[in-house]
């Protein structure tokens, strides 16, 4: 009776989690480490958050090319796991908050999430205000489904790269 009641406050806890964010599907690392090697590869100078990180696995994947890494994460077990597996790593923060919200730190060039096609609007507006806020173009990573709001400029697997232009603040005079 009480393992049911425990599997019950998870499936329960688990499910509320996707109605404002995507479900807990980990990205493989082989496909990962594909789409840090091809679309985007990450150094010193970068800076990445990570929409939704599950357990941390993106963001220590970044931290071993050298970025700083940030994810923010809405399940509290998932945000306690990420905590714990990348307690080691100084590159490495987790912030349990909603992404969608959230201001991005100013060393941000790298954004990952997984995507579905139900936030996908979501998504491209929290980039593309951030992207604003900092002034410059920021690279955009999703696993998943496409953004329809925006041009790939490259794939490798399920992995598409985007970049997220700043809109302009200010009309330009000639």
């Known amino acids: 009776m009480e393992l049911a009641l425990i599997v019950a406050l998870i499936v329960v806890f688990f499910g509320s989690i996707v109605l404002v964010g995507a479900p807990y599907v980990p990205t493989h690392q082989k496909e990962l480490s594909t789409a840090f090697d091809t679309l985007y590869q990450l150094g010193k100078r970068d800076g990445v958050v990570d929409i939704g990180s599950g357990d941390g696995r993106v963001l220590r994947a970044a931290s071993a090319r050298g970025a700083r890494a940030i994810g923010y994460e809405l399940n509290p077990l998932l945000w306690l796991l990420s905590r714990l597996l990348s307690l080691r790593d100084e590159r490495v923060r987790v912030e349990l908050r909603d992404a969608w919200t959230a201001q991005f730190p100013d060393d941000t060039t790298v954004v990952y999430a997984f995507a579905v096609q139900r936030d996908g609007k979501k ?6 205000r ?3 806020r900092l002034g410059r173009p920021l690279v955009l990573i999703c696993y998943g489904s496409p953004l329809k709001q925006l041009t790939v400029v490259a794939t490798a697997g399920a992995h598409a790269r985007y970049q997220v232009d700043p809109l302009q603040s200010k009309p330009l005079t000639l």
Request: no cysteine; hydrophobic share 45%; net charge neutral.
């Open 123 to 128: 998504l491209v507006r929290s980039v593309q």
């Open 130 to 132: 951030e992207a604003t």
